[in-house]
């Protein structure tokens, strides 16, 4: 079966530190890959995707097929950053969601 | 902006007893998902729908139905709840067809359900 994982469950960093979500995913083919920002008593929303190659926020991920990740970064966390991320993967009629990372930028 | 809503933010029932989770959204899509969320397992895709009274089972069914009579709504159901069914519970849609999540999916706020 296809997979997402996201090796961290929780990442702290200081606020103005550079940060990384990492995920990685188990697929052979062309995949869309997506990250899903949950922020505290709000609902998911999509953050970004790779097809668009955008900048959310602040945020970027660069889809690597040799190494099948699609890591979120930034460069300069703030503390409203803090929340849910999930990276989720889409095939095909398919899909699945990692099962997330908690981020929590410290003062 | 689209709006995805939930019936209830909050939920408690009795085991055995049967159990509506209903959700709306306004932008006219054409799919529609539910999906459980649980700490450390992420999002599970329990159903969806293309369109109106059609469905699909996702990665966990057993113990749901659901319906979709309306374009705009999508019910899940949980004919006799168990505690192991004590869960958030998530609604999205989107224009996309098929499960390919293409432009991203919009979801709800969220019905947390607890089971006793």
Redesign the interface.
Same mark, same amino acid.
């Given at each position: 079966a296809q997979r $997402?994982t996201q090796p961290e469950?929780l990442l702290s960093v200081f606020k103005g530190a550079p940060v990384e979500l990492k995920c990685n995913y188990s697929y052979s083919g062309s995949p869309?890959l997506?990250w899903y920002v949950q922020y505290s008593r %709000?609902?998911? %929303?999509?953050l970004l995707?790779h097809i668009s190659r955008e900048s959310i926020k602040g945020f970027t991920a660069d889809l690597n097929k040799g190494e099948t990740s699609f890591h979120l970064k930034k460069p300069f966390a703030q503390e409203e950053d803090s929340a849910m991320y999930?990276c989720?993967l889409?095939y *095909? %009629?398919?899909? $699945?969601? *990692?099962?997330?990372t908690r981020l929590s930028v410290l003062p | 902006d689209v709006k995805v809503t939930q019936s209830s933010r909050y939920l408690v029932k009795r085991t055995g007893e049967k159990v509506f989770l209903e959700c709306v959204q306004d932008m006219d899509h054409e799919n529609m998902f539910w999906y459980r969320q649980d700490p450390g397992l992420g999002l599970r895709l329990i159903y969806f729908s293309y369109d109106v009274k059609m469905k699909e089972k996702g990665d966990i069914p057993e113990g749901y139905s659901v319906s979709r009579e309306k374009k705009e709504r999508f019910s899940l159901i949980l004919e006799s709840a168990s505690t192991n069914q004590t869960s958030m519970y998530l609604c999205a849609s989107s224009l996309t067809s098929g499960r390919t999540m293409g432009n991203g999916q919009f979801f709800g706020p969220g019905t947390r359900l607890t089971v006793l």
């Open positions: $997402v469950k869309e997506f %709000q609902r998911l %929303q999509l995707r999930y989720a889409s *095909g %009629q398919n899909f $699945v969601f *990692g099962p997330g | -």
